[in-house]
């Protein structure tokens, strides 16, 4: 308890600093956008609190408010979606998914959480919108639906899943994973504010840029060669391959969301500008970093 007692302490200091940071050098500098950094920092904040919930009190809590989490996020993605009247049992099937899920979880079902979303709801999901319902639109909602699941209660679900396989490294391995994962994301967003030049996809999100993804997969994977034995049970040179996947899948999982939002969103520019400070945005990156970790870290270690 001590021990994690003093990394809870180190963390919310360094979380504390880096606020106050921002908000000195947003002040100094109304010129510049920084909306991205408000919005990682934020989720520091949040994935912070949910640490606190496993570290101090239970599992269980964590799984709970990472579960409202989730919940919120699949929410603003249906919104964004064009649905019919159709598709509202569709999407409270999809919904309903997210306790069966954290139900494998909790349970230590390793097989059933690994398959159930991609297999059996993927083979299912369709039924509720088949039953007199129509054949108009079936494939964009049911595909729709599916991919927002995939990438919601899927890829997120993961972060709770390191703390059931292991809870003597659980703890350490998702900070590990969340502090990797928005150090990236911010080095990416400064460098190509500062300093970037060509743009990956100008027309989803101008903040990436090419000289930005370089530096952030530098700065991430010297960052995992230092923190990661006092995280993780990782050793050194296994961290710099560690490091460098979670700021490529970081990188794609931004990516990807960004597109995602932006053909989702084409003729809609409120609802586009509304969710710029959206759940999506916060948890972008961790999508895909989440359940690329994890795997990784089962096939190359025992412990999980």
């Known amino acids: 308890m ?11 200091s360094a979380l504390a600093a880096f606020h106050f940071i921002y908000y000195i050098v947003d002040r100094i500098q109304p010129d510049k956008d920084y ?11 949040s994935m912070f609190f949910i640490f606190c919930l496993a570290t101090l009190l239970s599992s ?7 579960m409202v989490l989730i919940f919120f996020a699949l929410k603003e993605y249906f ?20 306790p069966i899920q954290f139900y494998w979880i909790y349970t230590g079902w390793y097989g059933m959480f690994i398959v159930f979303i991609p297999i059996y709801v993927s083979l299912f999901l369709p039924l509720p919108r088949l039953i007199n319902k129509g054949t108009v639109g079936f494939l964009r909602s049911v595909s729709s639906t599916q991919w927002g699941l995939m990438l919601m209660v ?15 490294y659980g703890a350490g391995l998702v900070l590990y994973l969340v502090v990797l994962t928005q150090l990236g994301d911010v080095v990416h967003v400064l460098f190509s504010l500062y300093f970037g030049r060509r743009r990956i996809v100008p027309t989803a999100n101008p903040n990436l840029t090419w000289e930005g993804f370089a530096c952030s997969l530098l700065v991430t994977t010297a960052v995992s060669f230092f923190i990661a034995p006092y995280l993780t049970p990782i050793a050194r040179p296994f961290a710099l391959f560690t490091g460098a996947l979670i700021s490529l899948s970081g990188f794609f999982g ?21 969710t ?8 972008d990156s961790l999508t895909y970093t989440s359940p690329v970790f ?3 870290i089962r096939y190359f270690y025992d412990f999980m």
């Open 2 to 12: 001590n021990h994690s007692m003093l990394l809870l302490i180190l963390v919310f």
């Open 35 to 45: 909306t991205p950094i408000a919005l990682r920092v934020k989720t520091w904040w």
């Open 60 to 66: 269980v809590v964590s799984m709970l408010s990472l």
């Open 79 to 98: 919104s964004m979606i064009r649905t019919r009247k159709a598709d509202r049992r569709l999407f409270l099937w999809a919904y309903l998914a997210i």
């Open 154 to 168: 899927f890829g997120l679900s993961h972060l709770a899943y390191f703390q059931v396989a292991s809870p003597e």
């Open 254 to 274: 931004s990516l990807t969301v960004s597109v995602l939002k932006r053909d989702l969103l084409i003729g809609d520019d409120d609802k586009a500008q509304a």
């Open 276 to 283: 710029k400070k959206s759940y999506l945005s916060l948890i």
């Open 294 to 296: 994890l795997h990784v």
